[in-house]
């Protein structure tokens, strides 16, 4: 593992103190519709045998261990810059007998070449970001994905309604309001163009306790 200086290496923790990284399945399971939006995600990509995919985020596990699942002929990679939830995503791909690599690395300075990867999914991590470190992520992702190569984000969006806005608010305080503003205002797409990406779009939307969730896809398009 690299060692990097302390600015670099500051993230923002699945559930915001380390501590409570070992609570992050249940809840998110519990609590969260997981698995609906989860699931939903993987069925907007589409992935042939030998594409090469990565979870950026990729936390505990669960959406790198999912597309696994889904697409067992597919190598399937998952980054993450906290070892801790990496080392829980890890054992339960060893459990599972999945064969998925798993390194650790930010977000906004991915250690892959250029044009290396098919498909980039990432969920629930653009709202540890702040605005700036959205834009150098993005133009990573941009970097690191094939011509044609596809981004597809579930991650806190514009809310659908006051109630929705309002159940936002846990989650402003908890991850902080720094992060979490670009989300509500709706940035991630404008932020995706920016980028250089096309195609952007929402794709769809779910209510949960906590606010609205967005999905989003974009291609890059080599002119
Ligand atoms: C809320 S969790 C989401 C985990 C997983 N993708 C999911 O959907 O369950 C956010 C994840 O983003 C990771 N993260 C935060 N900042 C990061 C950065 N700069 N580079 C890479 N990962 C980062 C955190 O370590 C955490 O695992």
Same mark, same amino acid.
């Given at each position: 593992?690299r ?6 290496t500051?993230?923002?923790p699945a559930l915001?103190?380390?501590?409570l ?6 809840i998110l399971?519990w609590?969260?519709r997981?698995?609906a #939006?989860k699931n939903?995600?993987?069925?907007q ?10 979870d950026? @985020?990729?936390?505990t596990g ?5 597309l696994k699942q ?10 993450d810059i906290?070892p801790k ?5 890890e ?5 599972m007998?999945?064969?998925?690599t798993?390194?650790?690395?930010i977000?906004f ?7 290396s ?5 990432t969920?629930l991590?653009f709202h540890?970001l ?5 834009l ?5 992702i #941009?970097?690191?994905l094939?011509?044609?190569g596809?981004?597809?984000?579930a991650?806190w @969006?514009k809310?659908?309604?006051g ?5 936002f608010?846990?989650?402003?305080i908890?991850?902080?309001f720094?992060?979490?503003?670009d989300?509500?205002? @709706? ?11 096309n195609?952007?779009?929402?794709t769809d939307?779910?209510?949960t306790?906590y ?6 896809r974009?291609?890059?398009n080599?002119?």
């Open positions: 593992m060692k990097r200086d302390n600015k670099e500051d993230f923002i915001r103190f380390n501590w990284t070992s609570l992050y399945d249940p399971r609590t969260m997981e698995s #939006f939903q995600l993987i069925r990509i589409q992935v042939d045998p030998g594409q090469r995919i990565l950026l @985020g990729c936390g669960t959406l790198t261990i999912l889904t697409y067992p002929k597919a190598e399937v990679t998952g980054i906290d939830v990496l080392q829980i995503a054992r339960k791909a060893e459990n007998g999945m064969d998925i798993f390194n650790q690395g977000a300075e991915l250690p892959y070449s250029n044009n990867f098919d498909l980039i999914v969920s991590m540890h702040t605005l700036e470190n959205k150098r992520t993005l133009h990573e #941009f970097r690191v094939k011509p044609q596809e981004i597809h984000i991650d @969006g809310a659908q309604n109630l929705m806005r309002v159940a608010l846990p989650i402003q908890l991850d902080g720094r992060t979490t503003t989300n509500v205002n @709706g940035l991630l797409l404008q932020l995706m163009t920016n980028a250089g990406f195609e952007t779009k929402e939307r779910f209510m306790i606010g609205t969730l967005s999905l989003y974009a291609r890059k080599m002119l």
